[in-house]
């Protein structure tokens, strides 16, 4: 299984950026993408995840209502629309997948990690 971020990029506060998972060599039918972030300094934080099975989702309360995350099945990639960005969202953002139906933010559920991609914003 490998997974591939992207996306990253330098952003103003209050602009938008979108990353993008790509997912590949999935051998099961069901499974959990996540999204975390880490900033310098900080740990890393569990902020979105979405299930291959109903697309039902969930959000930590830091982006709740902001970010949007998105799954195409059929391409295999999850998508992270991230409106309204704020100082304290930038990090190195990383996708991660976990097998079975459980939603979670929690990192040890996740067995599989893409490399990261860094989202800046500043003005």
């Known amino acids: 299984v490998q997974l591939q971020a992207s996306g990253g990029g330098l952003v103003q506060p209050g602009g938008s950026l979108r990353l993008s998972c790509t997912v590949s060599?999935?051998?099961?039918?069901?499974?959990?993408i996540g999204w975390f972030r880490q900033a310098p300094g900080k740990e890393r934080e569990g902020i979105s995840c979405i299930s291959s099975s109903d697309k039902s989702t969930y959000y930590s309360d830091s982006v709740r209502g902001r970010f949007t995350v998105s799954l195409d099945k059929a391409k295999y990639t999850v998508s992270l629309q991230m409106n309204r960005l704020e100082a304290e969202d930038a990090a190195v953002y990383y996708c991660a997948l976990g097998r079975g139906l459980l939603i979670s933010l929690e990192d040890h559920y996740y067995d599989y990690w893409g490399q990261g991609t860094l989202v800046t914003v500043s003005s």
């Open positions: 060599g999935v051998p099961w039918d069901y499974y959990v």
